[in-house]
């Protein structure tokens, strides 16, 4: 089983709507980041969160540390929000990251 | 401060042959990270240093992989005796402690 484990793999929605995407872990953490990476490469630190919730835009990121579980949230998606969006645990024993195979988002117009 | 550079973007290599790839983080910043990213797959960690100590290194990083961070500042990968396995995106991340990390744009590594 993988430490870090996100769900869904793919997803594809519709112009507008509401986006959650899951991400558990099953390891001692300091840290959670979600990130975005774009076709070509580039990623892009959207929040790292240690406890409760963020909000940057359209964009919500919530963590339950005692569940072990975050979730990162796309209210009114866009054509432009389609990315691949990884979750990454930041382990407490030695501040490694050890990411999450990503989902990959499709949002049609 | 223009962010996270990574030299060069490409590189097609031969197999067999030795490459470096250089990484300039933010400035401030005093944790530098190297992930290796094949096709389809999340980024796998490599090393990290904290300046120029080099304090985590991945199994995956074989005796072919050597990183530095001579100054605290920039770092370099060298891989030698390159193998079609190598070929990947090498990504670079850096931050301040531990707060939040930025990517460089990546080096994408073609070993034919």
């Known amino acids: 089983k993988n430490e870090v484990e996100q769900s869904p793999q793919n997803l594809t929605a519709q112009e507008g709507e509401f986006i959650t995407i899951n991400c558990s872990y099953s390891v001692g953490i300091s840290a959670l980041h979600w990130l975005q990476q774009h076709p070509g490469g580039g990623i892009v630190s959207l929040f790292m969160?240690?406890?409760?919730?963020k909000k940057h835009g359209r964009l919500i990121a919530t963590i339950n540390i005692q569940e072990k579980h975050s979730s990162l949230h796309i209210t009114a998606s866009h054509p432009r929000d389609s990315a691949v969006y990884i979750c990454?645990?930041?382990?407490?024993?030695?501040?490694?990251?050890?990411w999450g195979a990503g989902t990959k988002l499709i949002i049609k117009p | 401060d223009t962010g996270v550079s990574q030299n060069p973007r490409h590189k097609i290599t031969k197999r067999g042959q030795n490459v470096t790839f250089r990484c300039d983080p933010i400035s401030e910043h005093n944790r530098l990270y190297w992930y290796r990213q094949t096709l389809g797959q999340g980024p796998e960690f490599l090393t990290y240093f904290q300046n120029e100590a080099q304090l985590e290194k991945s199994r995956l990083l074989s005796d072919r992989f050597s990183a530095e961070r001579p100054k605290g500042s920039f770092s370099t990968l060298e891989i030698q005796r390159t193998e079609q396995g190598d070929s990947a995106m090498y990504l670079c991340?850096?931050?301040?402690?531990?707060?939040?990390?930025?990517f460089g744009q990546g080096t994408r590594l073609t070993v034919v």
């Open positions: 991340a850096s931050s301040f402690y531990s707060t939040e990390a930025f």
């Open positions: 990454a645990v930041e382990m407490d024993s030695n501040y490694q990251l050890i």
């Open positions: 969160l240690s406890s409760g919730k």
